[in-house]
């Protein structure tokens, strides 16, 4: 009996196997023609200056439209795309779309705003990335001091030697770094010391229920203190509602990123923000 149940587990268990092998090979090859199709787009979200109200920054987004099953969320094939190698060609599209995007709009001579592209691990460790990006800013014509690079914790413990140089290359032509999702990763303050980082994005983590919950409002404003200290500005990310802005504001946070202010939305939608002038009454 035990030795039957054995037998039906253990074939359970490798077709399950094969399905996912199966699966993974289907979506790599689909993500493969997305990205030749050029399926992908690239959403912007704005960052707003929580003194002024003005938007300061736009984070750059990716979006897989897919022509039958529509709008696909980056959760759902960066991990993909980073396990295949994909993430290289998609990391240059849309560093190249995101700082192309951003001399359009200085050319309209809308209110000035900078731009802030995510990196992964793979591009940062396995490509030549400084390369890409001097590429890009050479055909674009963008300043570099209005790019900034995201970078998370467990992209920088991977090769703290190569981080700490890559990053430093970084510094020597003024582009931006910031630390995204911080207080998540496992990576010790130290690395704050080592790492020429110029803006922490606090994490949404700590911004939800904060700020009613007294242990993650302590944590938020210990971390824009050190950071204030350390001469880095700070951006809060996922700010929902008008509380938290009041909060942060007195813990002297300086840009605020959140569906309070908009969703990541396509180039066109972001462009009528700009356009418009808008600027948001921090009713604080
Ligand atoms: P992230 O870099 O931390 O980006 C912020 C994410 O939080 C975005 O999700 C954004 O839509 C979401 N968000 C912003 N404000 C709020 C809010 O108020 N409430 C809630 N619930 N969510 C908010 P999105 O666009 O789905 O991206 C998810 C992650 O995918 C990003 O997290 C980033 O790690 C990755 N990603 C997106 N685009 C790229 C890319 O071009 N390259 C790489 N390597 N990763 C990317
Ligand atoms: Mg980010
Ligand atoms: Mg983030
Ligand atoms: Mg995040």
Redesign the pocket.
Known sequence: KAKEDAGTSFQLYNHNMNLQVNEKIFMENNLRRAIENQELT??Y?PIIDIKTGKIKKA?????WEHPEDGII???KF?PL??ETGL?IP??SF?LKEACQQLQDWINMEYHPIEIS????AQ?FHKSNLKETVDNILDETGLNPELLGL?I?ESIAIQNVESTISVLNEFKNMKVKILL??FGTGYSSLSYLVKFAVDII?I??SFITNFPHHSKRSAIVSAIIAMANKLTMKTVA????SWDKIKCLNEYKCDEA????FS??IPAKEFENLLKNNIEFKMQA
């Open positions: 690239v959403y979200q984070e750059a987004l990716v979006r969320s980056p959760a960066i795309a980073e993430i998609l990391g849309v592209v995510n990196l992964s591009q995201e998370t995204d999702d994005k994490d949404r990310e996922g700010v929902e990123q959140g569906y309070l969703k990541p």
